[in-house]
């Protein structure tokens, strides 16, 4: 198995490819920025990437590797273990989350597990995303429709779900990074999230029910089609039963 260890710590990345040239079933590559860890899930194709979250653009380099690499599974190590950040992670389709207290051994039992497919974290995360998921089917992202935000909201959403920071964000849109800032305020307070994470996923699951809306219902030109079938057929039979009908005789008496 090749995994993908993307830090910007030199001796971190070091010291982690030094870790598994002990495990003969492991082949590590390493990177540091966007441009280098798309290379190298190009080149490697890489069955998991290991992700240092302290690196400023960590969430906006998975979904870089994820777009270099189709099906590729994500790996968190995480310098600090804070419920947001979590969320937030698990928001992308993460398979492992390793908290600062984990071991080396700790890492190396979640690479092989979310490797064969496992999806790996604490059980105290795994509480805090059922708590969540249970708050959202009982309706709490009930009043985040998608025609609540502007145009420009919408495509910073939209850009949030894609896991990118405000800065990529502003350099995408041609626009400074204080106004990215500034909407994605006015989105989570339009939409009573508290953080990017939760935005991301409400944005996504939105997206998912106005398009199952439309597919449900039919077309305007295709319904007014069936209205005018259904109108001709019912003309129709009408007129055949008139046709069919004895004559109607009124006898004097």
Known sequence: MVILFISHVHFLREAVAMLFQRCEDIQVVTAC????????????RPTLAVVDSSHPEAMALAAAVRRSCTGIGVVVLAMQEKDEEFLAWADTGIRGYLGP??????????VRRAGAGEVVCPARLTALLLNRFADRSAGRTGRTGIHTLTVREREVAELLADGLPNKLIAHRLQVAVPTIKNHVHSILDKW???????AAACYRQKIRETSTTADSKPEPEARRSEL??????????????????????????
């Open 33 to 44: 920025s966007e441009k280098t860890a798309e290379a190298a899930a190009t080149s490697a």
């Open 101 to 110: 207290e984990s071991s080396i051994h700790d890492l190396v039992a979640t």
């Open 192 to 198: 009573d999230v508290r953080s990017r994470g939760e």
């Open 228 to 253: 005018n079938r259904a109108a001709r057929s019912l003309h129709g039979s009408m007129t055949r039963r008139q046709a069919l009908a004895p004559p109607l005789i009124i006898s004097r008496n």
